[in-house]
């Protein structure tokens, strides 16, 4: 995630929140933001936010998730909202919201809904 | 998909093949495929695949893929082979099996389900 | 689903609630809903929210969903809320929530997330 | 699955179909198989097909499923046929295809791509 640029910009219990600045590696021929990156923060987000209702030495892993892309990813910055929906004893389920973020306002770009596992050590 | 390094390796009607040679930047912590990386040439792989089935001059967009993630994506490539399973006049459905490549032997490390739509011009 | 014995119990604009109350013909071998009714309902609540900001003569189908199942589903009241996430020309995205009741207390017993597309006549 | 009228037609290591012969009490208003027919069956293809590579005394759980709706399920009969794609220790994916069969005729109508876990007892 690091190696992208993005940064883990508020944690919560349950929540999480990534931000991506905007640069051209990250962009397809038409200059917004690669639907690889998009999914790399969502799921990113929703890995942190597991997390977070985990003991500290605990590992997380995504298990799988599903992505909806819903509007062009445009912008200055790319913002991912992470919220665990259940936590279980092994498995856990979280929805992120993907923001693209073009002259300040922020646009609804992408949806997920992901599984993740616990592994304990 | 070029930023990454990714190639297109094969394309028949229905089907394509995008490989991947390994490379730190596209590493997590570990050494292994960001799974960015492998949700990246997943999407591709079912997008051109979708493609070849429609007319030069559609584009064709994602519109959702599921994608789980089965095993470490450990090795010095990766290789996602995308095949259409039912072409309509909107809407395009496919399926991604990618294998990473250790030691010349493949495994299956993650598998993908995704909906296209084609934008006609 | 009126032959489940489904009943729509709330409608607004993006939104939309269904109530399927329970009885043995819905159960598993343990007394508790299946998940086939549990998923057929979750779709109808999406169906439903995302044909409220259609119009009247529009027909709204699914082209797909994914649903985690995140408990059992045990009570004598299944509740599908189901809200559009965005709502385009030709696709809708919407998240729904599944709760059973059991003693009048709701749990979350699974979320969904789908894509429906918008046929005009 | 039985409350429906499906049948168990073919299971092998991995593998596992059922069938479903086609019911007023399972169509929707259009006289197709209803998508929560065909989801539950292809829930159950895949469950059957990961429980062949199990203990006896394991019990299996759907974690969650994505499911397509590619085609008006359309006949006498639904077939789905799942198969494992990964058997883990805790967790097995599998994809089921459901096929609609008229005159004859067997066509795809759904491809799913689903998630279980074992519970060892």
Redesign the interface.
């Given at each position: 995630m690091g190696?992208?640029g993005a940064r883990l910009t508020r944690v919560e219990p349950g929540e999480c929140e990534i931000r991506l600045p905007y640069s051209p590696?990250l962009?397809q021929q038409d200059g917004f933001f690669?639907?690889?990156?998009i999914?790399?923060i969502a799921?990113s987000a929703g890995g942190y936010a597991a997390f977070t209702l985990m003991d500290a030495s605990d590992r997380v892993?995504?298990?799988?998730?599903?992505?909806?892309?819903?509007?062009p990813a445009r912008g200055e910055l790319a913002i991912a909202r992470g919220q665990v929906?259940?936590a279980?004893r092994?498995?856990t389920?979280a929805?992120i919201d993907v923001f693209a973020v073009a002259s300040g306002v922020e646009t609804?770009c992408a949806?997920?809904?992901q599984?993740l596992?616990r592994r304990r050590s």
């Open positions: 190696s992208l590696a962009s690669h639907a690889g990156a999914g790399s799921d892993l995504t298990v799988e998730y599903k992505l909806n892309l819903l509007a929906v259940r279980g092994t498995l389920v929805r609804l949806a997920a809904q599984t596992i």
